[in-house]
């Protein structure tokens, strides 16, 4: 069965800090990537998505994220973060199949310190 | 973009009586919709897909008969939780995509709390 795994649970950073946050997933076939941000009081929004092609993906907000199919990893990046994003990270897979399910990691809880 | 309306955000009720969440795609169609569920401090765990016109799909460890799910037209899916237990409160959130065109949007979410 397919999982995801986020290893940090919970982060605490100072503004213009650089951001990396963690996500592995076990599934042997293709899959589609995604990261989500739960801002305060907000639904989910997609930040950013791999299907194919380059595996280094750019979000909004100057999020990226890489893809390294090796090992299974498709880590979050930013270079320097601000107090405004503060907020819930959630990685999520799917098996690019037809159901197109996703598949949550346990999400990282950031917190920008001004 | 894609907006998904989810009603109500927030329900207490007794234990014992059914309550029903709407989740609605604004503008656009969607023939597939999600139902999660996150407890605190958990992640969303996928409940059941949707699918308008037909019975929907459940995941392993939900009962059917207890999550009562309706997609009868491609903006509205509905989940009743049919005679409800203290054990039933949690976030509940819906999401929908457009036909064969990912990602999925999310709705709000709805709290519901059972006494």
């Known amino acids: 069965a397919q999982s995801v795994s986020q290893h940090n649970h919970h982060v605490i950073l100072s503004e213009a800090a650089s951001l990396e946050l963690g996500c592995n997933y076990s599934?042997?076939?293709?899959?589609?990537l995604f990261w989500y941000v739960q801002y305060p009081g907000q639904h989910l929004q997609l930040l950013l998505k791999y299907f194919s092609g380059d595996p280094l993906v750019k979000g909004i907000k100057g999020f990226e994220a890489e893809f390294i199919k090796s090992k299974f990893s498709f880590n979050l990046r930013k270079p320097s973060v601000q107090w405004s994003d503060t907020a819930e990270y959630f990685c999520a897979v799917n098996g690019g199949g037809a159901t197109n399910k996703l598949i949550f990691g346990t999400g990282t809880l950031l917190a920008v310190q001004p | 973009g894609a907006v998904v309306s989810q009603h109500p955000s927030w329900v207490i009720c007794k234990s014992g009586t059914s309550v029903k969440i709407e989740c609605r795609s604004l503008?656009?169609?969607?023939?597939?919709m999600f139902w999660y569920r996150q407890f605190p401090k958990q992640s969303l765990m996928l409940m059941a897909t949707s699918n308008e016109g037909s019975k929907a799909t459940y995941e392993q460890g939900v009962e059917k008969d207890k999550f009562l799910i309706n997609h009868a037209s491609l903006t509205l899916s509905t989940l009743t939780v049919t005679s409800a237990h203290p054990e039933d409160s949690s976030f509940y959130i819906c999401?929908?995509?457009?036909?064969?065109?990912?990602?999925?949007?999310f709705g709000d979410g709805t709290r519901l709390s059972i006494l």
């Open positions: 999401s929908a995509e457009t036909p064969g065109i990912p990602p999925q949007h």
């Open positions: 503008d656009f169609q969607a023939t597939t």
């Open positions: 599934y042997g076939g293709t899959v589609n």
